[in-house]
Structures are given as C-alpha cells and as structure tokens.
C-alpha cells in the first residue's frame, strides 16, 4: 500500500529556529552539527584540492554585513569565504511514513519523486503541492529522468516506463507511452529478449539531439535506447563493477558513465552506426564513485565525480585537444559523496554525512570555494535536483530539492549575491594536511560510523 506523504512547508515570515523545532517533533534525533566537539574549527570543512583563494581578512568579513531582522527567515552561510555570497532558506518538507525516496527529477514547474512505492509523485514547484501520481506494476523506482513533457522511471522488474507527463493550469494529466523492452509473448522467441537489464537499473542520461536514451545497471552494462521507435540500438559491457551515475554531453554526444570500480570513462558513438567506443579512462583514485555532473558554459567545461572517500574530483576539457584533464579535488564531506548536480557556476553536493554543500567555481579558473554547508538531512542525502527560480523572465536564484535515506524531501530556495571584486592571495592546501580518515574526523552520526565499519552500505 502506498505511503501518504504529510507536506509540511515554511513560510517567509517563519523563524528558521521554528522550522526546527517542528522538525524535531516528528523526525528521530538530529544526526548533525549538535555532535561536533565545541571547539571543532570549521574552516576544515573547506579544505578545497583545487588552488582555493581567500582573502587576508577573511575572519572579519561578516563583521562589515548588518544582522539580519529578528524576522527575516533566510540564513547566512556560516563559512569563512572570499564573500558572504549565499542566502539560502527550506521553504518545505515532506515526510514518508515508511521507505526512502531513492529519485528526483524536476521539469517545466513539476517535481517528481520515486521512492519503494510503486507511485511516482508530481508535486508543484516550489511549494510541493501535490498534483497527482503516476502508478506503475513495479515498484522500487531507483531513477528519474525529465525532458519536457516525457518522463523515464525506472523499476524493480529492470525495465523503464515512458510516461507523457504535463501540467496545465491546475491540471495534472500523465499517460504511459511504453515500456522498454517491451513485453509480449512473441518476444519469446526474439533476439530482443535479450535487451533486457539483468540487475537494477541504477541511472539513465538523455541525448537530446539524437533522441537516444542512455541507461546503466548494477549489471555492469550500458543500454542505448531510440525512444522514437523503443528499440535497443546498442548495449555494452561498460565496467567491471556496478555503473552508477551517466552523464551525455549535449553539444557533441559524448556519455560519461561511473561505477564502483572507482574509473570514469567517456564513450563515443562510432560514426555512422549505433555502437559506440570506448575514448578515454579517467581514474584518480580507487574510491567507488557514485555521481557525476557536467558543468558546461561558452567557455570551459567541467565534468566532477563524486566518491566513496568523500571527495570530489573534476576534470577541465582541453579546447585543442578535446582531453579531459585532472585539474583537482575538492573536500569537505566526512563520508561518501552520494550525488551530484551542477547549475552555471554552481555545484552540488549531497553526501552519507546529511549535508549538502553548495560550490562555487571562479569564472576562468580552476579554483573554487564552499559557500555553504546545508544542514540537510537526518540521514543520508541520497538525491539531488536543481532548478532555476525564475519570476517574470527574471532569474531570482536557484531552487534546491533534496532527498534523504531519512524519508524527508526537502525544498530549498538559494540565493547569490554578486561576487566582490577584492584582491586575493592564493592559498594552495597540501593534501598531506588533511586526515581523510573517517574514523578520527568529528562524527556525525555514530550509528552510520558503525555501518561503515561493518561494511554496511544501506544508500546502495
């Protein structure tokens, strides 16, 4: 039976210490910052491996900011940055009674959510008012993808559902297109039986242009599918352990995937036919990565990797060579990083260790700075999805949905202030420095301390 969703939403004239105490009265104990050692120093949250900046003063910017109004809801980012750039707020959450919500995906002023149930929620953004659901035979909806008016879910049976998903006015309407492969019993006999995923189905991409669905499971496999006429045009063994996260570069049709045997690789279509080959292997370090994102603008691009160890690495794209080159790592997260979004300058970060965090890339460089660490979740934050906020054809700031193994889905409104234009002084951090030891780091949540001495993965 489907879980109800009770929404809880905040408003602006609500004090951000209310919203938690109503949180703390229907949410287990709070697994974050309260566990922290008082004399914990911050600034270690920040430790960026890409040459970060920070200006010489940089303890006393808060101090020429006024203090906000007792009234005023949005929360300053707490940490010591090049500028106090960042205003953000949760304007809502929802809570399941039972299960995770394992998906998010968010188009054209909807948001849905797939969790164990065999529903996928559409809730309207920003507020999550509910619109309706789209039911499915099969549960367990690990992944979501939007592009317009057509939705792919993923399910428990290994297949994806095509769905024709819209909103107008206060209408919600949603059909099932297909389902891929298709099922009948004249497949039995068909060589397209074999099309099918033998494991979960853990992350799809969508090339736009060739109108060519990308998915990747846990057994080890990429399937590309031509949505026009639902046909497998091509499937490969891509990596030698599970394939967690694809990304399609949009321009020219590149797919990255990721997976637990810690390598990055770039695939291209061979020219003329459906196959596609292998370019080039990024591997760093042997940490599993769970997540990667593509940052793409007229001049650079960047694609980042999220990992087990709890960093994140990213390579810059070269613009004679077309070669992806290491350019750093940033860190900060105590735990595995999970997931992974990317928005112009901005990045994403959800991680086992409950906080998001919000990075900024400097316009023309590789350096980059932490402008905010969310203090999201009660669980793990397994989900993330990003949007602009955009009011009369101006852009307002960045809507943040988030999800968490805690059953919470949570709304958050981003706001960025102009950038100060001061002189800075490079501050390169030695990897040595740092203990990337989770044992001897503070520690959030000691019952997830246990989990990861067990070998307990449970966000899997």
Request: hydrophobic letters at 35%; charged letters at 25%.
């Amino acid at each position: 039976m489907e879980s109800r969703y009770s929404r809880r939403s905040t408003t602006l004239s609500n004090h951000f210490t209310d919203v938690e105490e109503e949180h703390s009265m229907h949410s287990p104990p709070r697994l974050s910052a309260d566990s922290r050692p008082q004399d914990y120093d911050h600034r270690h949250d920040n430790l960026l491996f890409s040459p970060s900046r920070s200006p010489p003063h940089a303890t006393n910017m808060y101090s020429v900011l006024p203090p906000p109004s007792p009234e005023s809801p949005w929360t300053l980012s707490p940490h010591q940055t090049p500028s106090p750039s960042l205003l953000y707020h949760c304007i809502a959450t929802l809570h399941r009674q039972e299960g995770a919500i394992f998906s998010i995906a968010a188009a054209r002023g909807l948001v849905f959510t797939g969790s164990e149930s065999r529903r996928i929620r559409a809730w309207r953004q920003p507020d999550c008012t509910e619109r309706g659901y789209l039911e499915a035979s099969y549960g367990e909806i690990r992944a979501i993808l939007a592009h317009g008016n057509t939705l792919f879910t993923s399910h428990k049976d290994d297949r994806i559902r095509v769905w024709n998903a819209s909103s107008v006015s206060e209408d919600f309407q949603a059909k099932k297109i297909t389902t891929l492969p298709k099922r009948g019993l004249f497949l039995f006999f068909s060589k397209s039986k074999n099309n099918k995923h033998k494991d979960r189905i853990s992350c799809m991409a969508y090339n736009h242009g060739e109108g060519v669905l990308y998915t990747g499971s846990l057994d080890r496999t990429i399937k590309a599918w031509r949505v026009s006429d639902n046909l497998c045009v091509d499937s490969f063994t891509a990596h030698e352990d599970c394939i967690n996260a694809i990304v399609v570069k949009q321009d020219d049709g590149c797919v990255f995937s990721s997976s637990s045997d810690g390598s990055v690789k770039i695939w291209r279509r061979v020219y003329g036919q459906s196959s596609h080959s292998l370019t080039m292997t990024l591997k760093f370090q042997p940490s599993p990565i769970n997540a990667l994102a593509l940052s793409i603008s007229p001049s650079s691009c960047f694609l980042y990797s999220g990992s087990s160890d709890g960093f994140i690495n990213f390579w810059e794209k070269e613009k004679t060579s077309g070669r992806f080159n290491h350019g750093g790592f940033l860190q900060g997260h105590r735990f595995s990083v999970l997931c992974l979004v990317a928005k112009e300058k901005l990045v994403f970060s959800g991680s086992e260790d409950t906080t998001i965090r919000v990075w900024r890339r400097e316009e023309g460089s590789c350096f980059h700075e932490c402008l905010a660490v969310l203090d999201a979740h009660r669980g793990p934050v397994k989900c993330l999805a990003v949007s602009l906020e955009i009011e009369k054809v101006m852009v307002m700031g960045f809507l943040l949905y988030s999800a968490g193994l805690d059953q919470a889905f949570k709304v958050w409104r981003i706001k960025i202030l102009p950038e100060e234009k001061e002189s800075t002084q490079d501050l390169l951090v030695e990897p040595k420095n740092v203990v990337d030891s989770f044992e001897t780091n503070p520690v959030l949540s000691p019952s997830w301390v246990m989990e990861k001495l067990q070998g307990n993965h449970p966000f899997r």
